[in-house]
């Protein structure tokens, strides 16, 4: 991998550690200004909105100008965002301070800097090494979103911490972006991968044609099945997770913190074993299975009668939920052409944050009105159709 995959992979580790803490205690903060279950389920649905229109602005740029100055200007909205957590304490402009800064983390990014940062990556590394790449990439983010997520306890009666490390963070990222060489536009000119899935998309792979302006026809099914998916998620999209486990156990945020945490060393785990039954089975096989399976798990969640049971199987439907996210994104570069990521990566990005943006609220409502099971039957039944109707769709191109 090229010096650049390498920076982005370090911007990667600091956003998602900042974004571990704030995730965590966004939403306990804005119960503690006196926000309700119902607006602050709305509350997250305002940031993934932003997210997706986010995630739609930024396309345009990428293409003309290249990753890199995009990549600086979302960094320095960080920036912002963190200082209007600190300078206001109105729920609702700390609400909009969360949209400027794209703190619309589920259980993991869905905007716009994983828009442009997988779309690089997929030219600064082999093809052949495409889903180790992603897994990795996915690994340092997870990892670092768990760690920052365990320094949330501290923030009850200082939260002015974590907004300052927000401030730095946006600032570091800028200047770790500002360090790249080119504008992201160069592709990878190293050896073809020969082994593995991704080396048998590559050899044989013509593409969806790409016309400027117009997505192709496979691209904007996968989109839309994205699009369920995210929906679905949305039900019990991570502050939510967050939130239910605070309202209905009377969890601190220590414990929170704790659970947070051991939840991304889940989905990190998950990381590493999706590069090697890749392997063995296919991208489209890994992308499927292990994802259906976790959406069951998700609905023995719902009737999950204590604390503890509760996050035993929120645990081990992470060891699996994510397994797609690597294999996913991977398989979505290599059936494109270069010329078209960009389009491809922000079209399944913004359907994904945008087809998300009603669920949060809802299940807000559902929990205000003592409906705690409701949000994960409902979304995880969604989640099923959704990976079925998907493998339908992808099955026959294993191999395109």
Known sequence: MQPNGWLIFFAKTVRT?????????????????????????????????????????????????????????????????????LFFDNPWLVVLAAMVGNLAVGTGETGAFLSLEQVSLARYCERGKLTDIMSYYNLAGFLSLGVGAT???????????????????????????????GNGQKVYEGQEGQNGQEGRLEKSRKGPKVKKGSAPPLIKKIAALFALDSFAGGFFIQTVVIYWFHTRFHLNLAQLGWISFGAQVCISISFLLAR??????????????????????????????????????????HLLSQIDVPTRQAFLMLIVKDEGREQAATLTNMSRSLAQTA???????????????????IGGGLKIIYDLMLYATIKDHEST
């Open 151 to 181: 320094l949330a306890r501290g923030a009850a009666s200082s939260p002015n911490i974590l907004f300052i490390a927000f401030l730095l963070g946006g600032i570091v990222q800028a200047a770790v972006y500002a360090s790249l060489r």
């Open 276 to 317: 090697r039954l890749a392997k063995e089975f296919g991208l489209v096989n890994t992308i499927i299975f292990p994802h259906l399976v976790s959406n069951f798990i998700v609905l023995a969640l719902a009737f999950a009668p204590t604390a503890g049971i509760a996050v035993i199987l929120l645990f081990t439907r």
């Open 359 to 377: 669920s949060p609220f809802l299940a807000g409502l559902m929990m205000k009105a003592g409906s705690f099971a409701f949000p994960f039957i």
């Open 17 to 85: 550690f900042t974004y571990g803490f704030m995730i965590v205690f966004f939403p306990v903060y804005l119960k503690k200004l006196g926000m309700k279950g119902g607006g602050i389920g709305l509350a997250i649905s305002l940031t993934l909105l932003a997210s997706a229109l986010i995630t739609y602005v930024v396309r345009r740029p990428a293409e003309r100008y290249g990753s890199k100055p995009v990549l600086i200007a979302l960094s320095l909205m960080i920036s912002v965002s963190a200082v209007m957590f």
